[in-house]
């Protein structure tokens, strides 16, 4: 795998352990320096960047797709919901450092982001974090679908085509081995769940209109103590992921935000259970391109999500631990009720459960 080799190459180069450092105790010029390799990797292909800086060079799409790997395996989410959560988000954080020191070994180590400063303010939304030296808004324009208008990543796209170069996958709905993950509905490289049409980055703190408040609404540091006082790995990691009032899944959902569907129901449209579906072939992502968000509807495959009832079903389960079922080749197949419309909508990209490392955020948030 990838990643391995990348762990392989990081830890011979390195010389000496790193010291990774909060991002506001990084001399600006370093901050600046970190961000200008992030834009080498999201500009140079693999072929100059390896060419230039060495088999440790990613480009920034090969870190989103192999996240999307992770998301969309026919068996079950491989990087969430589970106890790997920690080791497999630790080892992509770790091949984007390897990259980003490949492309600059003079910043040292990726910076990371630690939001409990942020959750001891009064006011953790005017932190300066949402500044233009930090990472832009926390919000984005309302009047030009929440799309962010400051900060180092203001002008940071997300990818398009109509494949995405990765490795082998089993694809459920076509009952083979391909290469590739596909975008969204719109051609983007986001989420199959995500039809957000905009062609940069997006962020925003609602839910169907419903305004999201920031932490200390749902997370707070008492929370992050409890998380610490478990007496188990598994009682950690489980208090830790545990719904929209864990303290991971909070920032991704305060941040993204979600929109346009018709029956309201955004948040369940974007969890996992709508990704299973769609993996199953129960739904189907249509080409919605030049289409109004609203106007954007997935197709139901009734004879797909039949298959999804039969036992010994080819589809996504619970990976298991913690609260979860515990996964099963017989178990269940992950479903979603609340999908029947076909009406998705979009998820501001930090919410986006396959590719929220869309937004670089993603990057120092678990360093």
Request: hydrophobic letters at 40%; glycine letters at 10%.
């Amino acid at each position: 795998m990838r990643v391995g080799r990348v762990l392989l190459l990081a830890c011979a180069a390195a010389g000496g352990p790193r010291v990774r450092r909060e991002i506001r105790s990084v001399a600006p010029e370093i901050r600046d320096r970190v961000f200008a390799a992030f834009e080498v990797m999201r500009n140079t292909s693999r072929a100059d960047g390896e060419a230039r800086y060495g088999r440790a060079f990613r480009t920034y799409q090969s870190i989103t797709v192999q996240h999307t790997y992770a998301a969309i395996d026919a068996r079950c989410d491989q990087g969430h919901l589970s106890a790997g959560f920690f080791p497999y988000h630790r080892a992509l954080v770790l091949a984007v450092e390897a990259s980003v020191l490949a492309v600059d070994p003079g910043v040292e180590a990726l910076p990371y982001w630690d939001y409990n400063v942020d959750l001891a303010l009064p006011d953790p939304a005017a932190s300066e974090i949402w500044s233009d030296a930090f990472f832009g808004e926390a919000a984005g324009d309302p009047d030009d679908a929440y799309m962010i208008r400051t900060g180092p990543w203001r002008d940071w796209t997300v990818d398009r085509g109509d494949l995405f170069a990765g490795p082998p996958r089993y694809d459920v709905a076509e009952k083979r081995w391909v290469n590739g993950a596909r975008g969204n509905a719109y051609g983007y490289l986001r989420g199959l769940t995500n039809q957000n049409p905009a062609p940069r980055l997006t962020r925003r703190h609602a839910i169907c209109g419903a305004a999201l408040p920031w932490f200390g609404g749902g997370v707070n540091v008492s929370t992050w103590d409890a998380c610490v006082a478990k007496p188990t790995f598994l009682e950690f990691w489980d208090c830790f992921d545990a719904g929209v009032d864990g303290p991971h899944p909070f920032g991704h959902i305060w941040l993204g935000g979600a929109w346009g569907a018709k029956d309201g129901n955004c948040a369940a449209k974007q969890l996992d259970t709508a990704t299973a579906e769609i993996v199953a072939g129960c739904l189907v992502v249509p080409n919605c391109t030049g289409k109004a968000l609203e106007d954007c509807v997935l197709v139901r495959d009734a004879a797909a999500c039949a298959r999804m009832l039969e036992p010994n079903a080819t589809c996504q389960r619970y990976g298991g631990g913690g609260s979860r079922p515990a996964y099963a080749p017989d178990a269940a197949c992950k479903a979603c009720p609340e999908c029947a419309d076909g009406q998705f909508g979009a998820a501001g990209d930090f919410w986006d459960g396959s590719t929220s490392t869309n937004d670089p955020i993603f990057s120092v948030r678990f360093g």
